[in-house]
């Protein structure tokens, strides 16, 4: 196994927590107001993405690679996009906002899963994202639980 390989796999997963970090850090003030009792979970969630940031950039160093510690494309476009929604949005941001959250949080499993099953891992490498996976479907499913509860 190559570690040019791994470390672009992992320098991948860097980028989605970096759109985890920054997309949490956008959150509207006012669904603290409307919905007091999810900031601690978002407060979570962010701790835990800088955990698992600097895991993957330590990773990354122990590989020899170079990690690209910014967002991804993507994810920035999303943001944007949000943003401009948003601001035309009449009405409930709140539920908008848990709708995005729970959406990323599936997007980012997703790749969690794709990069465990691409074979491009050490082992090291591979226990430490399948643990970060763990904690990101708890997360999910938290915040999935959240807005079904919010929708009723």
């Not at 990069?115 to 490498?125: I, M, R």
Request: proline share 1%; charged share 30%.
């Amino acid at each position: 196994m190559e570690n040019k390989k791994t470390v672009s796999v992992l320098n991948d997963l860097l980028q989605i927590t970096n759109d985890r970090i920054e997309g949490f850090g956008k959150v509207e003030g006012k669904v603290w107001e409307k919905y007091p009792d999810t900031k601690a979970e978002y407060d979570r969630m962010i701790s835990q993405s800088k955990m698992m940031k600097n895991e993957l950039i330590n990773l990354i160093n122990e590989k020899g690679g170079n990690p690209h510690d910014s967002t991804s494309v993507a994810g920035s476009l999303h943001r944007t996009w949000i943003d401009i929604k948003n601001s035309f949005t009449i009405g409930n941001i709140e539920e908008s906002t848990l709708s995005n959250v729970v959406f990323w949080e599936k997007a980012a499993m997703e790749a969690y899963e794709n990069a465990l099953n691409s074979g491009d891992l050490c082992q090291k490498s591979s226990d430490v994202l399948t643990e970060q996976l763990h904690s990101l479907k708890i997360s999910h499913e938290q915040f999935k639980k959240i807005e079904e509860y919010k929708n009723n």
